[in-house]
Nanobody, 113 residues
Framework: QVQLVESGGGLVQPGGSLRLSCAAS????????MAWYRQAPGMRRELVAL???????NYADSVKGRFTISRDNVTNTMYLQMNSLQPEDTAIYYC???????WGQGTQVTVSS
């Protein structure tokens, strides 16, 4: 079965942390660059971070130094560690097979006091 399933979202205060997970089908994960996107209300979906099969990473300027993307090629799971969260990080976060058109259902992250 081809699927991407995100988890780990929630409500957190400014300055707090969350860790998102994306469990992927092996056929999607094994040989592909993976990515996290987010979409805030009324905004376009934007690329947050991506990670290649060799674990080379790239980040949006807005999250550099605060977010860390990682992957486990044994369990076919991708992670996004988010630290120093700010209200502008509030969005639905999506797991994606980069440039391949596969998306998860999304997980809501809300940063508010």
């Amino acid at each position: 079965q081809v699927q991407l399933v995100e988890s780990g979202g929630g409500l957190v205060q400014p300055g707090g942390s969350l860790r998102l997970s994306c469990a992927a089908s092996r056929i999607l994960f094994r040989f592909n660059t993976m990515a996290w996107y987010r979409q805030a209300p009324g905004m376009r979906r934007e690329l947050v971070a991506l990670i290649a099969i060799n674990s080379t990473t790239n980040y949006a300027d807005s999250v550099k130094g605060r977010f860390t993307i990682s992957r486990d090629n044994v369990t076919n799971t991708m992670y996004l560690q988010m630290n120093s969260l700010q209200p502008e990080d509030t969005a639905i976060y999506y797991c994606n097979v980069y440039q391949a058109g596969y998306w998860g259902q999304g997980t809501q992250v809300t940063v508010s006091s």
